[in-house]
């Protein structure tokens, strides 16, 4: 099996020869109270074309493998179309060619929400690494995203690459 196509690896606070965005230099990571204070700053719904077609009612601050924190914000819209939060910020991650997350957190606006199904599976499957990811809950508590989504159906992939 041809191993997964990976983005290259390039030095912290440099650009890549097509201009991507730098993987940002390393920093302190914030501790879990300050990851969800990230977080909890980015909430504050508000209605788009409707009352009930929202963004921000949710928001997310995850902390990838290089120590750097990215953030995300939920979009709700009619006939389904939409994104958890978690799955913008890993796409602000993904714009600095970085896929391994160590640890994340949702919130609304009165608590920690643990991430769906749909995004256990997207963090899984960015980077295999990521099982063992750390994921904050209600508590405050956490746990990994191997207790969160037991016997993943592509673990076997994993194993033989
Ligand atoms: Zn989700």
């Known amino acids: 099996m041809e ?25 302190t990571e914030p501790d879990d109270a300050a990851l969800v204070a990230t977080a909890q700053a980015l909430v504050g719904e508000y209605a788009l074309i409707k009352p009930k077609l929202t963004a921000a009612a949710v928001a ?23 994104f958890c939060a978690e799955h913008s ?6 714009k600095a060619r970085e896929t ?25 499957q960015l980077d295999r690494r990521n099982i063992d990811c750390i994921v904050l809950l209600p508590g405050p508590a956490r746990t990994t995203l191997r207790a969160l989504l037991p016997k993943a159906w592509l673990e076997h992939l994993f194993v033989s690459e």
């Open 3 to 27: 191993a997964a196509k990976r983005p290259p690896e390039r030095a912290r606070g440099e650009a890549d020869a097509a201009g991507n965005a730098a993987v940002p230099a390393a920093h």
């Open 60 to 82: 997310s601050a995850l902390v990838s493998g290089s120590g750097h924190v990215y953030t995300g914000v939920n979009l709700d819209l009619a006939c389904g179309i939409g």
């Open 89 to 94: 910020a890993v796409a602000e991650m993904l």
């Open 100 to 124: 391994h997350v160590t640890r994340i957190v949702a919130v609304d606006d009165k608590r920690i929400v643990p991430p769906c199904g749909r995004c256990r599976e997207l963090l899984v």
